[in-house]
């Protein structure tokens, strides 16, 4: 009677759960592949053509003077971001590790860019990083002067340098969250293991070195995953930024302008594609690893 | 606790030891103190910004204090985001609502009524998480419009709830995880079938889940920028859309465009400030820490 009831329940739920499958498997897996579709076409016009060009969008595509800037664009953006973000948010999460009077404050205050859209992001970092001289002289550029130093162009400057001062404002975004990794990192190590390297007369550097931080390597594997996943995706600070600025251009605001603006629908589904290879090489072997980590436990 | 081996380990470097460990903790306050003014200058900025009055404005007295307060920067940028505003309510709000009331139902049967091929199911919704949208865009505006729904405040719901999905099973599912299978177990004892074992033994524990996801997902929807760019038209334009719209024209001042930010953040800004804690939650889960 019991087992009955059990089994019962169970079709209850995979009926109840039904829906969100079917939602997943359209909406994921089928505009996926959908989308692979478009890229395979000879689609460019606002109506549809789903006539088959094999791989030549892809082959146009990678011969692309504005592609390979993109690709260029962000190994740069991904470069100085991941570091960026990795290197604050290490720094802020041993400056909170041990506890005092005050912490939880300054924890909150570094997460709470975290809650705040990229748009706003982008759009009080544009007036910040306004590269207008002169009269017009303002923002970082002013501060820097009373220092002496020379204004700068920040995201204006020629490419691929101008994306590199873009990561700026997303590491402000996202130091925050590694912060936040790290500190669950740093609490999850038992305080015995410290103790033990500084009774062997470890200096407090040396414990961070040959005891701390190697502890903390899956947590700054997870760290890097994310960060660099949301790297290859970024497009809302950038339109923020500055719009549509070639100099800027990545592979999102590519598929978007192509698609949207040029009704290049094929290019579009290319760039989208290659797009979403670039995030599945670095998120599908995290998944497995998390998810197997998560079934050892 | 930390300090009791380190005295009796080194009575002869005692004092120097003292002296650094205060060197150290100025260093550690003073570096604090320096990230808190970097992640504090673009609010700063916009806040002094929206309280000057329209004369004090300019680009070349960015960093000088407003003479007395003065809201015509934030009542003019009200002015025009106020529809966008609301729009962003009527998104929000309803969208973070159904999330999570399916996010509960999903992470309920993966965590407490697993089936064969459960744990592949969740894997495989996980991954519409990390996906970049771009790769599904074009089907879905074409849905969109073949559903009638294009330009709708209804259709970019539908949107935030169906891709929703993952992130909201992911937090209820690990929530869950944390309740202990008796209960389950017990209520079936009891004669309790799937829906009653949910309604009076699993709802009751579920509200920080609930804050949790709703926080979350109201926070991700407010803030969202691609899915409301292709599926908006100007009337039902959420915030986010029309503040870079307003940024990047040159009608709107600079002082009006830093002002709008400021309203643009501050309703997340709040339930953040208020309800940190279980932000926190929903950031870390993203992450796949549990």
């Known amino acids: 009677m019991q087992v009955r009831r059990a089994f019962q329940g169970r079709w209850v739920a995979v009926g109840m759960l039904a829906p969100s499958m079917l939602a997943v498997a359209i909406f994921v897996y089928g505009f996926i592949g959908w989308t692979a579709r478009v890229s395979l076409s000879e689609w460019r016009g606002l109506l549809p053509d789903y006539t088959w060009a094999g791989l030549a969008n892809f082959v146009d595509l990678f011969a692309d003077r504005r592609f390979h800037i993109d690709l260029v664009n962000t190994l740069v953006f991904t470069s100085f971001f991941v570091v960026g973000a990795v290197t604050v948010g290490l720094l802020l999460a041993i400056l909170l590790d041990r506890q005092f009077r005050g912490d939880s404050f300054f924890r909150s205050l570094f997460l709470f860019p975290l809650a705040i859209s990229l748009v706003v992001t982008g759009v009080a970092w544009r007036w910040l990083m306004n590269p ?45 969250f590694t912060m936040a990794l790290f500190l669950a990192g740093l609490r999850a190590i038992p305080e015995e293991l410290k103790e033990a390297a500084r009774v062997d007369g470890a200096s407090e550097l040396q414990v961070y070195r040959g005891v701390i931080l190697p502890l903390l390597r899956p947590v700054l594997l997870s760290a890097l995953i994310i960060l660099g996943h949301l790297s290859l995706k970024v497009f809302d600070l950038i339109v923020a930024m500055s719009g549509k600025d070639i100099r800027l251009d990545v592979p999102s605001i590519y598929m978007w302008t192509t698609t949207f603006d040029a009704n290049n629908y094929a290019r579009g589904a290319a760039i989208a594609i290659v797009l979403l290879i670039m995030v599945a090489v670095l998120v599908v072997p995290y998944l497995a690893w998390s998810l197997r980590r998560e079934a050892e436990v | 606790m930390t300090s009791v081996p380190v005295t009796i380990a080194a009575p002869r470097g005692a004092g120097r030891r003292a002296w650094a460990r205060s060197l150290g903790r100025g260093l550690r306050f003073g570096l604090l103190l320096a990230c808190a003014a970097f992640f504090l200058l673009p609010i700063w900025v916009m806040l002094i910004t929206g309280l000057k009055s329209f004369d004090e404005v300019s680009l070349a007295r ?22 966008n505003l609301l729009n962003s309510i009527l998104l929000a709000v309803p969208a973070a609502a159904i999330s999570a009331v399916i996010g509960s139902m999903n992470g309920y049967i993966l965590s407490k009524f697993k089936f064969p091929g459960s744990d592949l199911v969740f894997t495989l919704f996980l991954v519409g998480m990390f996906i970049p949208y771009q790769s599904v865009l074009i089907p879905l505006v074409l849905f969109v419009q073949s559903i009638g729904l294009s330009g709708s405040l209804l259709g970019l719901i539908l ?23 008796e209960i389950v177990e017990s209520g079936r004892v009891d004669g309790a079938g799937f829906f009653g074992i949910y309604r009076h033994l699993i709802l009751p524990l579920s509200i920080p889940g609930f804050a949790v996801v709703l926080i979350w997902q109201f926070t991700q929807v407010w803030n969202e920028f691609l899915f409301a760019l292709v599926l908006t038209r100007p009337q039902t334009w959420p915030v986010t859309v029309a503040l870079n719209n307003m940024a990047g024209t040159q ?9 709008g930010a400021l309203l643009a953040a501050l309703p997340t800004l709040v339930v953040y400030i208020l309800l940190g804690r279980y932000f926190l939650r929903g950031l870390m889960a993203g992450a796949l820490k549990g």
């Open chain 2, 251 to 259: 009608i709107v001042e600079w002082n009006v465009q830093m002002a």
């Open chain 1, 132 to 176: 207008s001289t002169g009269e017009r002289l303002s923002g970082l550029n002013l501060l820097l002067g009373t220092f002496g130093i020379d204004p700068l162009a920040w995201h204006t400057s020629d490419q691929p340098w101008g994306i590199a001062f873009v990561a700026l404002p997303a590491v402000w975004q996202m130091a925050g």
């Open chain 2, 62 to 83: 960015m960093w000088e204090l407003p003479s007395g307060i003065n809201l015509d920067n934030f009542a003019a940028a009200f002015e025009r985001l106020a529809p």
């Open chain 2, 159 to 181: 949107v935030h709830v169906i891709y929703g999905i993952p992130i909201t099973t992911l937090i209820f599912r690990n929530y869950y995880a944390t309740v202990p299978t």
